[in-house]
């Protein structure tokens, strides 16, 4: 049951950097999704996406690219790192289910430092 | 657009002492709940959920949650805390028909002492 996986799950990165995060998901969920932890904020929403070809902002997209080409994967891209990225992302997953919205399934996180 | 308000930050215990997180939301239609539990260095995990029915609903490790419609709450109890507790706990809302985006609060953590 591998469900949602992100990698990496640590990075260190320097101002200026660009990388990608990874996220994929075997449970057919239409709905995927980007959150950064930051303490005291809660989960704030980056982008998220309802299907392949689909996506949209959410709170705090600004710095970060995302793309769904497959149902199956959902990268987060960060173009030109800086240190107010530093954070732990979260993807998360979810059946669309417009009738009755359910759970959300979450990968393990990946820590971000930007020096 | 629906918000979530958890009014506890940050909670300490005992063990053996009983717990109450709050957790209200604004939004007039009907909702879908949930509560969340992100243990130290680990990704978050459902709880308990509230879809409809009985508006007191039980979940894993001995939490419960009551749900208030008319005062837009979802507080999660437990009886008695243990020191595996210790984790940050995250209200979340979902409005049927609507977006199918989760609004979250902002957590709680809550710290048991052995």
């Known amino acids: 049951n591998a469900g949602v996986t992100q990698t990496p799950k640590f990075q260190v990165l320097k101002t200026g950097q660009s990388m990608t995060l990874q996220c994929a998901q075997d449970?057919?969920?239409?709905?995927m999704s980007w959150y950064r932890q930051d303490p005291g904020m809660g989960l704030r929403l980056i982008h998220y996406?309802?299907?392949?070809?689909?996506?949209d902002q959410g709170e705090v997209p600004n710095g970060y690219n995302v793309s769904r080409s497959t149902t199956e994967d959902f990268p987060l891209r960060l173009l030109s790192a800086a240190p107010s990225q530093t954070s732990v992302y979260f993807c998360?997953?979810?059946?669309?289910?417009?009738?009755?919205?359910?759970?959300?399934?979450f990968g393990e996180g990946s820590r971000l430092t930007v020096l | 657009a629906q918000s979530v308000s958890q009014h506890n930050h940050h909670v300490i215990l005992s063990e053996a002492a009983s717990l109450e997180l709050g957790c209200n939301y604004s939004?007039?239609?009907?909702?879908?709940l949930f509560w969340y539990v992100q243990y130290p260095g680990q990704h978050l995990q459902l709880l308990l959920k509230?879809?409809?029915?009985?508006?007191l609903v039980k979940g894993i490790k001995g939490f419960e949650a009551e749900f208030i419609k008319s005062k837009f709450s979802f507080n999660l109890r437990k009886p008695s805390v243990q020191w595996s507790d210790t984790a940050e706990y995250f209200c979340?809302?979902?409005?049927?028909?609507?977006?199918?985006?989760?609004?979250f609060g902002r957590g709680t953590s809550l710290i048991v002492h052995p």
């Open positions: 939004y007039g239609g009907t909702v879908n």
């Open positions: 998360a997953s979810s059946p669309l289910d417009r009738v009755a919205p359910g759970e959300l399934f």
């Open positions: 449970m057919n969920h239409e709905y």
């Open positions: 509230y879809f409809s029915g009985d508006p």
């Open positions: 996406s309802v299907g392949a070809g689909i996506t």
């Open positions: 979340a809302v979902n409005a049927l028909g609507g977006s199918y985006i989760p609004t």
